[in-house]
Each structure stands twice: as structure tokens, then as C-alpha cells.
């Protein structure tokens, strides 16, 4: 790589804004694109429009350096990363318009000897499938640009830290862009690297998170059927985990968040036939959260009954898993939203989100002090050391033996 590398990153969200602080953290130019003028306005300022520890310092310091800027549009660079969302749309099949998108916004970018590399998860083929699109609009750069797919494998809330220390797998669609990609990465990440190439880098981000799917599900069936036996499945499960060689994951409302709950329908879209364990398992993830709306309804049909009016229900948590701000597919504002179209007064509480335009949110002490039912649907920090003077339904187990 050259001493004076520029860097176009395009899709400043949950993944882009701390990859493009990161990079540029390196003493790299990043020039951030986002459809969004709000999110580009903010980044611009030195501020961010997530909630990602350590994210805002970062990104402070690199827009004060001037490393790192924002556009609604793209610009000439050596190298482009594009981290768009991949959801999905009709069955379940995944829609790659907003990759395409950002692939065209480049395109009057590109030179030869660019590198353009994907890390919006994408079904097996998207590589190959966003090259042809290039080389369609722009057949003067047939065989000189370098195309790769390099996934990101992070934990919301620790991000910067597993940006930076994990593993990457990086695919090139031959050896050289492969080497590229490779030399790229190796500028900011030091957890190590391994070759491969681009389709099997695609299928590796889909077999990860169906693999966590798929043991989640378990977990989530199993509290199912401890609920029919009258069985404490958070013991149950911290009993068995007692064994060496078990490890069963943590029950919750269902499946939440744009990866775990969305990649596993790109392999069950592209391979109907064979998925056959992966779509069982989106299948459960899917159906408990349905199961947990009906233990909610019946629980304020008795204190209906009890009270002679309809309940007041603190749900806590909004957000797919704990201590974020992300709402993506996440199951228990997918709860809270069905609760509401059926009339129930519903009382929501997320701590880690201030505004939000669908309904208006409770503050946590206001929505406990008024409840008759608290529900609890996210295990946040914030929750941990409450307690309850009313009956609580929890589906994540708030204070139970993990």
C-alpha cells in the first residue's frame, strides 16, 4: 500500500462509523459516505449518532485531526469498503439494492488499481454478481480493479476492541486482490488473517451466525418446555452447564439484530432443500416470540379480571440484546409494538435510546411506579438492580445464575 492512502467508506452505521474511526485513527484519510445529512452533519461535528462505547472519543479525535470527513456522495480514493445493510424482502430473499447503490455511487470514482472490497453481509455470489455490475457500467476497468469480500465479526458493545484484535477472513476473487485486501487490513487490524476466496468468505459470515441461530433456538425451545414441565430453566441450564462438554446459551424473548436474525435466511433462500436445520431454528427463534406475546396477554387478561381495569405493563427493554441502543429485528420493540396495536396500556422503557418516533418511551422509575405488571424483555445493566412490588414476567433472566 501506498504511504498516502485514501479511503472511501460507504454506510456510516453501526459498523462503518467505528470501522472508518479506526482506520483513520491509523493515520489514514477516510472520506465517510452515508445517505443520511443528519448522520453526516453529526460526524462532521465530532459527534456520533449510535450508542457505541469508546466510539465517541474516537471519532472526536480523528474529525478534529482531519482524518476523517463525511459526504452524502463518494470520492476519488485507492480504496473502497462498502458496509451497507443487506435486509431482506419478500420470502425472505435477501435484497442487495442498497449494496448495488453504493456500488453506483462509486462508480465515477473508480480507477484502475482501486480496491473495492464488501463487508455488508451478503448471500454467496454477491462479489462476483457486484463485479459484473461494475464491469457492465464501466468495462474500461475489466481486470484492473481488485474486488474482495472481507466480512466484520463484532459484538455490539465492544466493537472498537474486536474491530481492531479479531480474526478477519479475507476473500479475494483471485490471489492478487486477495493480497490486496490482505495488505489493507493489515494496516489496522491485528488479530490475524486468513486467505480464502470471496464465496467462501460470504458463505463463512451466514455459517457463523446460523451456527449461533441455530444454538439459541435450542435454548429458546428449551424454555419453552420447562414452562410446560414447571421447571426454573436459568437453573436448569446453569445445572447442565455444569458438564464439560455442554454450553447452552441464554433464553430470551426471540432472535434479534440485522445479523443473527436476518443471515441465515440468505442460506435458506439460496439453498431451500439442504437448510433444513437452519430454517427449523429461525423457525423456534421466530415462533417465541409469539409465545411470549400470549404469556403477556394472559397475564393482563388475570390482572384485568383482578384489578376490574385494564393493567398498566412496564415493558423493559427495547433494544435486540443487552446495553445497546440498536434496535434492528429486535424482538422485544416487535412485542411491544404488537401490545399496542391490541390497545393493552403499555408503558415502554429503553434506557439506551432518548428520542424515538414510532411512540413516546417512559422514563424506568415513572413506568415501575405506575406498573402493575413489569415485563422484562432486555437484560440492560440498567435493570439489574431493581425490584418489583408487582407480579414480573422475564424472558431473559434478570438476576437468575448465568
Known amino acids: 500500500m501506498k504511504k498516502e492512502l485514501n479511503v472511501v467508506l460507504i454506510g456510516l452505521g ?14 489514514i484519510r477516510v472520506h465517510g459516505v452515508d445517505i443520511s445529512k443528519r448522520v453526516v452533519d453529526t460526524i462532521n461535528a ?39 445493510p443487506t435486509p431482506f424482502k419478500g420470502d425472505h430473499e435477501p435484497d442487495l439494492s442498497y449494496v448495488e ?24 455470489g ?22 474482495a469480500y472481507c466480512p466484520e465479526r463484532v459484538l455490539p458493545g465492544n466493537v472498537i476492541h474486536e474491530l481492531k484484535h479479531n480474526d478477519r477472513v479475507i476473500g479475494g476473487m483471485n490471489e492478487e486482490a486477495t493480497d490486496k485486501a490482505l495488505e489493507f487490513y493489515g494496516l489496522f487490524v491485528s488479530g490475524q488473517m486468513h486467505r480464502t476466496n470471496s464465496r467462501t468468505a460470504e ?45 447452552i446459551l441464554q433464553p430470551g424473548p426471540g432472535v434479534g439484530g440485522h445479523c443473527i436474525a436476518v443471515d441465515p435466511w440468505f442460506i435458506v433462500s439460496s439453498y431451500p432443500q439442504q437448510a433444513k436445520i437452519i430454517r427449523a431454528a429461525r423457525e423456534v ?28 405493563v412496564a415493558c423493559l427493554g427495547l433494544a435486540f440484546k443487552p446495553n445497546i441502543d440498536d434496535l434492528r429485528e429486535s424482538p422485544a420493540l416487535h412485542l411491544v409494538e404488537m401490545l399496542m396495536e391490541k390497545k393493552y396500556n403499555i408503558l415502554p422503557v429503553e ?15 415513572d413506568a415501575i411506579d405506575q406498573a402493575d405488571l413489569v415485563v422484562v424483555l432486555v437484560k440492560h445493566r440498567h435493570f439489574e438492580q431493581l425490584t418489583f412490588k408487582v407480579p414480573v414476567l422475564d424472558f431473559c433472566g434478570l438476576g437468575q445464575p448465568a
Not at 463487508?119 to 454467496?124: D, G, L, Q, R
Not at 439506551?352 to 424506568?364: A, G, I, M, Y
Request: with cysteine; net charge neutral; glycine share 6%.
Open 203 to 247: 458463505m463463512c459470515k451466514l455459517v457463523e451466525n446460523s451456527y449461533r441461530d441455530t444454538n439459541i433456538a435450542f435454548a429458546n425451545e428449551l424454555s419453552m418446555i420447562c414452562d410446560v414441565a414447571g421447571i426454573n430453566v436459568w437453573e436448569l441450564i446453569h445445572l447442565a452447564n455444569r458438564h464439560p462438554r455442554v454450553k
Open 46 to 84: 465530532g459527534k456520533i449518532h449510535i450508542v457505541e462505547p469508546d466510539l465517541d472519543g474516537l471519532v472526536k479525535h480523528v474529525v478534529d485531526r482531519g482524518m476523517l470527513t463525511a459526504s452524502t456522495t463518494p470520492a476519488p480514493a485507492d480504496v473502497f469498503v462498502v458496509a451497507v
Open 101 to 124: 447503490s453504493a456500488t453506483e455511487s462509486a462508480l465515477p470514482y473508480l480507477k484502475p488499481g482501486d480496491l473495492f472490497i464488501i463487508e455488508s453481509t451478503s448471500p454467496v
Open 351 to 365: 434506557p439506551n435510546v432518548h428520542e424515538f418516533s414510532r411512540f413516546k418511551l417512559v422514563n424506568q422509575d
Open 14 to 27: 453501526y459498523i462503518g462509523l467505528p470501522t472508518a474511526a479506526l482506520i483513520a485513527s491509523k493515520g
Open 126 to 147: 454477491t462479489t462476483e454478481h457486484i463485479h459484473g455490475l461494475i464491469s457492465k457500467k464501466r468495462p474500461e476497468l475489466i481486470g484492473k480493479i481488485h474486488m
Open 285 to 312: 427463534n421466530n415462533f417465541k416470540t409469539e409465545w411470549a406475546l400470549q404469556k403477556i396477554e394472559g397475564a393482563i387478561e388475570v390482572l384485568k379480571q383482578q384489578l376490574g381495569r385494564t393493567p398498566k
